[in-house]
């Protein structure tokens, strides 16, 4: 159905459904929006409260609807008389003393810093049966690991304070060997090879 004004087409749609609606701000609408893609139609709807309109009933009159979607606001300007627009439901209508409710935006983000003030931060997680078993086994690594390296090091102590012995060993029967007889050389040489033995 074409509209008519003064003898110019101004949209396909019909005016008078549209001015008959009679959409204010503060009202809660379902507006039915067609989408092409992908060269097929589909309709989108968008609902949300009405924050203003503007022009009144002229050929280019608007009106914003603001909705939020996962805690972000989204706003969006749809021309009236568009033949986009598919059809527009009126869901609730409620009683303002304002013609544009920008105020909301700002009312909706203090609300928003008053709820977090009042959060706390919070590291709590639920662990599956998989990653406790596997914590269980890299506890069970880490302490093996831990054991291996201790045992090494203490065989490394072991072995350098035998060399240390040794060389003090040695060092104490070459004085010896110079001061004493014969004799009781053959006994030191005796004593010194049982030691390393028992070592």
Do not use: C, W
């Not at 033949?83 to 928003?112: G, Q």
């Not at 709590?124 to 914590?135: D, K, L, Q």
């Not at 090494?152 to 102590?157: F, W």
């Amino acid at each position: 159905m074409n509209t008519a004004f003064a003898g110019i087409t101004i949209s396909s749609v019909n005016m008078e459904d549209r001015k008959s609606l009679g959409i204010k701000s503060g009202d809660t609408v379902r507006v039915h929006q067609k989408i092409e893609d992908k060269g097929k139609t589909r309709i989108q709807i968008f609902e949300g409260l009405v924050l203003a309109r503007k022009h009144g009933s002229e050929p280019g009159a608007t009106f914003t609807v603001r909705k939020v979607v996962d805690g972000i606001g989204v706003e969006k300007i749809f021309p009236l008389y568009s033949p986009r627009i598919d059809k527009i439901e009126i869901i609730r209508r409620s009683t303002v003393r304002r013609a544009k409710l920008y105020y909301i935006r700002e009312k909706v983000a203090r609300e928003i810093k008053r709820q977090m003030r009042r959060m706390r931060l919070m590291n709590v997680s639920s662990e599956s049966e998989i990653e406790v078993e596997r914590g269980k086994k890299e506890e069970a690594e880490a302490a093996t690991k831990a054991a291996e390296e201790a045992q090494i090091a203490e065989e490394a102590k072991v072995k350098e304070q035998a060399e240390i012995a040794a060389k003090a060993a040695e060092e104490a029967t070459a004085t010896e060997v110079a001061e004493v007889p014969v004799e009781s050389v053959a006994e030191v040489v005796a004593e010194v090879a049982k030691e390393e033995e028992v070592k």
